[in-house]
């Protein structure tokens, strides 16, 4: 047995040994995230050994109560995994994303008895429930979730794009391939996954070069190798300034400041679209470049930032350029949209002043 484990699991057993060593050797990263990385990959694991155990005893004819049992547990496994990756992958994401998978596994244990969900016939042949497909729903709900909320918190570069679409085509053809290949499927699952999971994770690598680390948002240096881009086709240029950050680290500490920024960030891009990319590119200074948009797209995009940043505690300053036809240089516009932004902050401060007397 575990000789044919070795030989059907081998791919997935050294994917995951890479895997292990890249977090080892990726120490800059955060820890809570290297953590949650490695219960995932003991997950996906965990469930190539169940899943293993319960092809092998299939094809034997053995143990069927345990087989019982094994299917609910793999088919709870899967939502409870995908779930896993959400809560690593997103920012923000909490216990309660996994509230649906816990519900799913739970109506899986009530199967063993039931039926609702499977059973197994006098020949150990798997027969649907009333809610069969119930797992692979929560799957594909989960899936879309991840894809949509990692789009999302994307910069909208295309570098960002291409590993976020091939984690997206892993989680597709792990909800048809098991309606064409039936069970066979069932023993690719595991390494699909860890295969996905490693290619992005080694993109994400790559592309921390490009990002700020505290926000997530495109750094100096890739904004300095924007402008040497094609600058004819940037047609308007967003500054950005918090309001009132240095009061923050004063009277609150530096990490009550990070906390504000990251918030700031998101509210950015979670605005942007794919030809609206956002830098850090000071302390609390932020530059949006718009790539072929008009400035009615630009004014929308203004007014989702600021829409964005009222639903939380923070503030910020917002000035903007734009240029139709290309006849101004980025240089010129961000002058021109500093000077909006450095107004629009002045305005903020005697208004809050006023307030103040």
């Known amino acids: 047995m575990f000789k044919e484990f070795l030989l059907q699991n081998w791919e997935t057993i050294l994917i995951t040994l890479a895997f292990v060593v890249l977090l080892k050797t990726t120490i800059f990263l955060d820890k809570k995230l290297i953590r949650r990385m490695y219960w995932l990959i003991l997950m996906v694991f965990i469930l190539s050994i169940i899943t293993f155990l319960e092809y092998y005893y299939n094809i034997n004819g053995m143990y069927k109560e345990v087989r019982n049992v094994l299917i609910a547990i793999r088919y709870s496994a899967t939502p409870l995994?995908?779930?896993?990756?959400?809560?690593?992958?997103?920012?923000?994401?909490?216990?309660?994303?996994?509230?649906?998978?816990?519900?799913?596994?739970?109506?899986?244990?009530?199967?063993?008895?039931?039926?609702?969900?499977?059973?197994?016939?006098?020949?150990?042949?798997?027969?649907?429930?009333?809610?069969?497909?119930?797992?692979?729903?929560?799957?594909?709900?989960?899936?879309?979730?991840?894809?949509?909320?990692?789009?999302?918190?994307?910069?909208?570069?295309?570098?960002?794009?291409?590993?976020?679409?091939?984690?997206?085509?892993?989680?597709?053809?792990?909800?048809?391939?098991?309606?064409?290949?039936?069970?066979?499927?069932?023993?690719?699952?595991?390494?699909?996954?860890?295969?996905?999971?490693?290619?992005?994770?080694?993109?994400?690598?790559?592309?921390?070069?490009?990002?700020?680390?505290?926000?997530?948002?495109?750094?100096?240096?890739?904004?300095?190798?924007?402008?040497?881009?094609?600058?004819?086709?940037?047609?308007?240029?967003?500054?950005?300034?918090?309001?009132?950050?240095?009061?923050?680290?004063d009277t609150y500490g530096h990490q009550a400041g990070d906390e504000a920024l990251t918030t700031i960030s998101l509210c950015i891009i979670k605005a942007t679209k794919i030809k609206q990319p956002a830098y850090r590119v000071g302390g609390d200074e932020f530059i949006i470049v718009c790539w072929r948009s008009t400035e009615e797209e630009i004014k929308e995009l203004i007014k989702k930032i600021e829409n964005n940043v009222s639903e939380s505690k923070y503030s910020c300053s917002i000035g903007y350029s734009y240029s139709g036809f290309g006849m101004k240089s980025i240089d010129e516009m961000v002058k021109e949209s500093d000077v909006m932004m450095y107004e629009n902050k002045a305005k903020y401060y005697e208004e809050n002043e006023l307030k103040r007397r």
């Open 81 to 249: 995994i995908i779930a896993m990756i959400i809560f690593t992958l997103v920012k923000k994401s909490r216990w309660y994303v996994f509230i649906p998978a816990l519900l799913v596994a739970l109506l899986n244990l009530v199967s063993i008895y039931t039926g609702i969900i499977y059973r197994l016939n006098e020949n150990g042949a798997l027969i649907r429930g009333p809610l069969g497909y119930l797992p692979f729903i929560a799957v594909g709900a989960y899936s879309a979730l991840l894809i949509y909320i990692l789009i999302k918190q994307s910069n909208k570069l295309l570098t960002e794009i291409i590993p976020i679409a091939f984690l997206c085509f892993a989680f597709v053809s792990g909800l048809i391939l098991p309606f064409i290949f039936k069970q066979d499927y069932s023993q690719l699952f595991c390494s699909t996954i860890i295969v996905a999971l490693f290619v992005y994770y080694v993109f994400s690598i790559l592309q921390l070069t490009k990002k700020d680390s505290l926000t997530g948002l495109l750094n100096r240096q890739a904004y300095y190798v924007t402008e040497k881009n094609n600058p004819k086709d940037v047609t308007g240029i967003i500054s950005i300034d918090m309001n009132g950050l240095k009061t923050i680290n």
